[in-house]
């Protein structure tokens, strides 16, 4: 199997191409024990009646100038662009911000563990779609978040959504989003995965689920607070949105 950098960015592309179209082609997440889940990638081209509830309303919260941090081909901060609202989008993946600039995205290629120095300040920082999850473990999420603090403006918040991963034991091992339970019933947070894109694939990597009730030791010592966690437990795998506020 081959090794790239940007399967998901060639999966947007063929989307685009094909004038989001479903049945394209697939995303495969693999776990490291062996379970794997595919997703059609025309998920990413779907607008707000098939978002998941939290994401709409972290979309709603949205003020001021917006950072749509892991922003893909633009699923979140196209809509938002469309309704006036000033945003930029950022991803690690350049054929995800190449689709994201040709549905009217601002988008910069960039990581949120580093993020460009012109970029400027933001009022609102997104992370959507359970891209809380990046900020990853306590010493990482630390430097994430001390970094998004330098681009923050007086009072910025930070929205971002995530599954109760630890606390689901119990809940459908084919749960939305291929998370695999089996890790919910050890207490689990992190999940060691890859993406698959035809025969590409990516490195390895850890992404977080961090349950509502760890978030203040996630932000601690860090110039956020937890102001407010909205859950949601309506869908098949419980989801929330963790409002956080900028201290000071």
């Known amino acids: 199997m081959t090794t790239t950098d940007d399967p998901f960015g060639d999966a947007y592309r063929c989307v685009h191409e094909s004038g989001a179209r479903p049945g394209v082609t697939h995303l495969v997440y693999e776990m490291d024990d062996g379970y794997i ?8 081209f779907h607008g707000p009646d098939t978002w998941l509830p939290v994401d709409r309303m972290a979309c709603e919260y949205a003020t001021g100038r917006i950072l749509d941090i892991g922003c893909g081909p633009g699923r979140h901060s196209s809509v938002l662009a469309r309704a006036g609202k000033d945003v930029v989008g950022i991803d690690t993946s350049r054929g995800g911000v190449e689709v994201a600039r040709l549905r009217g995205v601002e988008a910069h290629v960039a990581s949120v563990a580093e993020l460009p120095d ?10 959507l779609g359970a891209n809380l999850g990046l ?11 001390e970094g998004l603090a330098r681009h923050a403006r007086p009072g910025a918040r930070l929205l971002g959504t995530n599954m109760a991963f630890a606390e689901a034991a119990g809940a459908d091992p084919l749960a939305p989003q291929g998370v695999h339970t089996a890790r919910a019933h050890s207490g689990e947070e992190f999940v060691r995965m890859r993406v698959r894109h035809r025969t590409a694939a990516t490195e390895w990597f850890d992404f977080l689920f961090c349950p509502p009730g760890r978030l203040d030791e996630v932000t601690h010592g860090t110039p956020w607070t937890v102001h407010a966690v909205h859950q949601d437990d309506s869908t ?5 949105l963790a409002d956080l506020r900028l201290e000071g």
């Open 37 to 44: 889940y595919a997703e059609d990638a025309v998920n990413y």
């Open 135 to 145: 900020l990853g473990d306590q010493e990482h999420s630390r430097g994430v978040l």
């Open 236 to 240: 098949a795998w419980p989801t929330y």
């Open 118 to 127: 012109d970029l400027g300040t933001f009022d609102t920082f997104l992370m």
